[in-house]
T-cell receptor, first 109, second 112 residues
Framework: KNEVEQSPQNLTAQEGEFITINCSYS?????LHWLQQHPGGGIVSLFM???GKKKHGRLIATINIQEKHSSLHITASHPRDSAVYIC???????????FGAGTRLTVKP | DSGVTQTPKHLITATGQRVTLRCSPR?????VYWYQQSLDQGLQFLIQ???????AKGNILERFSAQQFPDLHSELNLSSLELGDSALYFC???????????FGAGTRLSVL
């Protein structure tokens, strides 16, 4: 079993829909990261969080440390949100990062 | 533009060869991270440097080595290359340990 599990693997939505991507982890962490990888390959850090909730524009990330679970929400989705979203955790013990397999999101107009 | 510069963008080489990938972090960032992304294994953390010193090590092969220089740029050296080393190699930087990371555009390595 991977230390970082994401669901779903693939997600197709219609423009305007509310989207949720989930991430569960099994190791102690110092922080959890949400990354966005565009079709061209570039990676952008969306959020880094260790507790609670963060919001940036239409994106919201939450984390529940006790349940070892995080969610990434996208409100009013748009075709330009189409990308792979990757959850990663910074390990508590030695600061290395462990990655989920990613969720491929396609938003159709 | 993240401010992190990676060169070269593409590299094609043969098995057994040695290559060097270069990363210039964002101005003022002390921490540099290297990642490998292959089709079958996804993103993997290789190594992290902070202000010239190695801080964390992930799944980095013994054939690979890295360093961070006094001007804070970093190089990842890959030797005795194998077909399986073909991947995208990303560098990221952050201002301090535990801060948000900014990714370079990556170097696509093809080993033929």
């Amino acid at each position: 079993k991977n230390e970082v599990e994401q669901s779903p693997q693939n997600l197709t939505a219609q423009e305007g829909e509310f989207i949720t991507i989930n991430c569960s982890y099994s190791v102690g962490i110092s922080a959890l990261h949400w990354l966005q990888q565009h079709p061209g390959g570039g990676i952008v850090s969306l959020f880094m969080l260790s507790s609670g909730k963060k919001k940036h524009g239409r994106l919201i990330a939450t984390i529940n440390i006790q349940e070892k679970h995080s969610s990434l929400h996208i409100t009013a989705s748009h075709p330009r949100d189409s990308a792979v979203y990757i959850c990663a955790v910074s390990s508590l013990n030695n600061n290395d990062m462990r990655f989920g397999a990613g969720t491929r999101l396609t938003v159709k107009p | 533009d993240s401010g992190v510069t990676q060169t070269p963008k593409h590299l094609i080489t043969a098995t057994g060869q040695r290559v060097t990938l270069r990363c210039s972090p964002r101005s003022g960032d002390l921490s540099v991270y290297w990642y490998q992304q292959s089709l079958d294994q996804g993103l993997q953390f290789l190594i992290q440097y902070y202000n010239g010193e190695e801080r964390a090590k992930g799944n980095i092969l013994e054939r690979f080595s890295a360093q961070q220089f006094p001007d804070l740029h970093s190089e990842l050296n890959l030797s005795s290359l194998e077909l399986g080393d073909s991947a995208l190699y990303f560098c990221a930087s952050s201002s301090d340990l535990g801060n948000i990371q900014y990714f370079g555009a990556g170097t696509r390595l093809s080993v033929l």
